[in-house]
T-cell receptor, first 113, second 112 residues
């Protein structure tokens, strides 16, 4: 059983296009996250939603818009893709409250040409 | 910006050797986690330490949280090729958001 799943796994697109990445978790968690991992493997939080409510919004260009239709899903839409957006995007989830384990998805490898 | 610096950045050793990875910060964290990430996968949690001075053992892996809760170390005894991967520390401030600040990462390669 997949705990946190993401689609697509690979995404190759042209600069200027708009694309979406989807994430679903079947763990019953109420908090979900989007992280970006750059080419140097540095992992940085972008957004966090708790029960469909945005609770963390790091300094991310407004071309990135997360949407949570329900607490099991958190999607990421990116407008006007730029070369610098190329990275691996990870979704994660946990139970809100501090010391809980975050479970990560397998990642979406985005390459902008 | 709270920064968690890991050292070394890269480590290539022979099977059977011991190694230590360090995670240092000037900030205090309520808890600190260690993750291992294998190629093509997401990070997987290895351990969480929450008390200053705490030591946790997971088979051949020993994790320590600094007394001041600003730093941590991971020691691997008799490394095996299966230990190969990217090791990430992550500090949490706690609270409802559980925002994790990830370290700069240590890429470990264990040669057979």
């Amino acid at each position: 059983d997949t705990a946190v799943s993401q689609t697509p796994k690979y995404l190759v697109t042209q600069m200027g296009n708009d694309k979406s990445i989807k994430c679903e978790q079947n763990l019953g968690h109420d908090t979900m996250y989007w992280y970006k991992q750059d080419s140097k493997k540095f992992l940085k939080i972008m957004f966090s939603y708790n029960n469909k409510e945005l609770i963390i919004n790091e300094t991310v260009p407004n071309r990135f818009s997360p949407k949570s239709p329900d607490k099991a899903h958190l999607n990421l839409h990116i407008n006007s893709l730029e070369l610098g957006d190329s990275a691996v995007y990870f979704c994660a989830s946990d139970l809100a409250g501090g010391r809980e384990t975050q479970y990560f998805g397998p990642g979406t490898r985005l390459l902008v040409l | 910006t709270q920064l968690l610096e890991q050292s070394p950045q890269f480590l290539s050793i022979q099977e059977g050797e011991n190694l230590t990875v360090y995670c240092n910060s000037s900030s205090v964290f309520s808890s600190l986690q260690w993750y291992r990430q294998e190629p093509g996968e997401g990070p997987v949690l290895l351990v969480t330490v929450v008390t200053g001075g705490e030591v946790k053992k997971l088979k051949r892996l020993t994790f320590q949280f600094g007394d001041a809760r600003k730093d941590s170390s991971l020691h691997i005894t008799a490394a095996q090729p299966g230990d190969t991967g990217l090791y990430l520390c992550a500090g949490a401030r706690g609270g409802a958001t559980n925002k994790l600040i990830f370290g700069t990462g240590t890429l470990l390669a264990v040669q057979p």
